[in-house]
């Protein structure tokens, strides 16, 4: 592919006048000129992955209080995943006034997004390093399983299970279980509301005080195995950004093929159930309140949308915020694009007020 390289993603007329000046000019400068996972096989792919990854541009990574790693056992099919802790320092803690009288804090349960596909513990460090720090909170990053060696609902049910493992240990971890929230980014949204839904329903489990869900994936039934979508699709921004950058139709078609299956008729049973479309839920009432995060120039701008509208009809509180002018990963762009450092301080503001002591 050569010397097509560096024209394979460049910007799009359709989106190019729509863009954010400056995370268009990040954009060209360091993601256009790599090819992209979708572009080749997943075979090809996962033989160097190192090769596929966009560069990102994280901000500050703070020194945190202490880093703990722990594993835990999961099923169906049976195995094990890590946790990552992050403890943030005294003068943190203190800064924060989150810690209650038995020397517990809040804890933020964090899912990477990648498509269900990629993504690792180091997708978000840099987040959840500024979070634990600025909040004064615990951060606990999950590292579940990936398709298409565990394809759906595999990224699910490790998560469940880690968010169960977190309350179960909450004495041993010093968490409040009274102010745990949830939440990732795209696959990682995706999986933040799902278990929001299977929280509310489970009377064992305290109440989440908040599901953060970032450019989340929220509707998966109308995403075609080839072409373009059809005209009359739901979704705006499955025709209107169809050639987003970082995530255009292809791409998002390439990661439901390996987590959902290429198989059409299962697919569309699989897709109608709420654990793959959160928004087709039952009810969506009584749930924790949540704070949405859109790029504006992004296939899932319209999900996120949508689903926002769905909560706040149902009764449940819901913020809402469109990033105009970006694509789907800037939050991985807070090191240089001002869009992404916003993003930060909203995220880091709404964990505090989550957390507040009444």
């Not at 190019?16 to 990040?26: E, H, K, S, Y």
């Not at 999950?142 to 394809?151: G, H, I, K, N, T």
Request: charge should be negative; charged fraction near 20%; hydrophobic fraction near 40%.
């Amino acid at each position: 592919m050569g010397d097509v390289k560096p024209l394979i993603n460049a910007l799009h007329p359709s989106v190019v006048d729509r863009l954010d000046p400056q995370f268009a000019g990040i954009y060209t400068k360091y993601q256009a000129p790599k090819i992209r996972a979708d572009q080749v096989t997943y075979e090809e792919y996962n033989a160097d992955r190192s090769k596929y990854t966009f560069p990102i541009a994280p901000g500050p990574c703070p020194e945190v209080g202490c880093i703990k790693f722990f594993t835990i056992l999961v099923s169906d099919p049976a195995g094990e995943i890590t946790i990552q802790l992050f403890a943030p320092t005294e003068d943190a803690i203190s800064k924060g006034g989150l810690r209650t009288k038995d020397g517990e804090l809040p804890a933020h349960v964090n899912y990477h997004g990648g498509g269900f596909v990629i993504g690792n513990l180091k997708s978000d460090e840099s987040w959840c390093r500024q979070a634990c720090q600025d909040v004064g909170c615990l951060v606990i990053n999950v590292d579940y399983r990936l398709a298409p060696e565990f394809p759906h609902p595999v990224p699910l049910t490790d998560s469940w299970t880690a968010l169960t493992w977190v309350f179960d240990h909450a004495r041993e971890l010093r968490v409040d279980s009274s102010r745990v929230s949830i939440g990732g980014l795209s696959a990682g949204g995706h999986i933040a509301a799902v278990l929001a839904l299977l929280a509310r329903d489970d009377p064992e489990l305290p109440k989440l005080v908040l599901q953060m869900l970032v450019v989340p994936v929220v509707d998966t039934r109308f995403i075609p195995m080839e072409g373009s979508c059809h005209p009359d699709v739901p979704y705006e921004s499955y025709i209107k950004n169809e050639f987003a950058p970082c995530l255009p139709l292809n791409r998002l078609r390439w990661f439901y093929k390996l987590w959902l299956g290429t198989d059409m008729e299962v697919r569309k049973k699989i897709t109608k159930d709420f654990r793959a479309s959160p928004i087709l839920a039952a009810s969506h009432a009584n749930l924790a309140p949540a704070s949405i995060h859109v790029a504006g120039v992004d296939t899932l701008t319209s999900e996120g949308i949508a689903y926002h509208e769905v909560l706040t009809k149902a009764g449940t509180s819901s913020t809402l915020k469109v990033y105009k002018g970006c694509g789907h990963p800037f939050r991985h762009w807070d090191g240089q694009l001002d869009k992404a450092k916003e993003y930060v301080q909203d995220t880091t503001t709404a964990l505090k007020k989550a957390y507040k002591h009444d």
